[in-house]
């Protein structure tokens, strides 16, 4: 079953722009996590952020969390053409394992 | 140089045939998971393993197979009983239950002659 969905689904931008990737999800949970998979290849963890948290920065990423909306928000600022790449947002509920949603594709043109 | 090792890059499976896709990590990670991935799709979780000799079933276990004998290793058996196995696979560790972040090694791309 697929906790989160994530939108849009697909992303087109240039470089210097920022994308905002958007992730809702149907239950309760402990950590949002978001992780970055380039084609063909394994995923790769950006940030993770707990459910008494709303905001949360590692360099250009920043998170956002409203659990009263089951909502998520990722914005990576400054992209460049090696932020190409799928983003998924993977919640957990407390019962050992990770839901991933369906992911962002998000291409940026030098 | 740690990380997760999966292996082959590529698998051919035959009508009919078992195989068996191999997982290593030396991160000292306790807990192991498989992935299966289709086309423009998200993550599904198919085994996962939280210690040693203990595996549970995910989300769409069936037709497939696992083992949990040393902790390095999580190996993926897919069986004749499982009918659309082309998919990218993708397995993944963590230190503890899955709050922690899981860290994923390059995938198994699994082609049906």
């Known amino acids: 079953s697929q906790q989160g969905e994530e939108d849009p689904q697909a992303l087109s931008i240039q470089e210097g722009e920022n994308a905002t990737m958007n992730c809702s999800y149907k239950?309760?949970?402990?950590?949002l996590q978001w992780y970055r998979q380039n084609s063909g290849r394994g995923l790769v963890h950006l940030i993770l952020?707990?459910?008494?948290?709303r905001e949360k920065h590692s360099g250009r990423l920043r998170v956002t969390l409203d659990t009263s909306k089951k909502s998520s928000s990722l914005l990576i600022t400054a992209s460049r053409a090696a932020d190409t790449a799928s983003y998924f947002c993977?919640?957990?509920?407390?019962?050992?394992?990770?839901?991933f949603g369906t992911g962002t594709r998000l291409l940026v043109s030098p | 140089d740690g990380g997760i090792t999966q292996s082959p890059k590529y698998l051919f499976r035959k009508e009919g045939q078992n195989v068996t896709l191999s997982c290593e990590q030396n991160?000292?990670?306790?807990?192991m998971y498989w992935y299966r991935q289709d086309p423009g799709q998200g993550l599904r979780l198919i085994y996962y393993?939280?210690?040693?000799?203990?595996?549970q079933k995910g989300d769409i276990a069936e037709g497939y197979s696992v083992s949990r004998e040393k902790k390095e290793s999580f190996p993926l058996t897919v069986t004749s009983a499982q009918k659309n196995p082309t998919a990218f696979y993708l397995c993944?560790?963590?230190?503890?239950?899955?709050?922690?972040?899981?860290?994923f090694g390059p995938g198994t791309r699994l082609l049906v002659l």
């Open positions: 993944a560790s963590s230190m503890g239950s899955s709050q922690e972040t899981q860290y």
């Open positions: 952020i707990r459910s008494n948290e």
């Open positions: 239950t309760s949970i402990n950590n």
């Open positions: 991160l000292n990670h306790d807990a």
């Open positions: 393993s939280q210690i040693v000799n203990d595996f």
């Open positions: 993977a919640t957990n509920t407390g019962f050992q394992k990770l839901v």
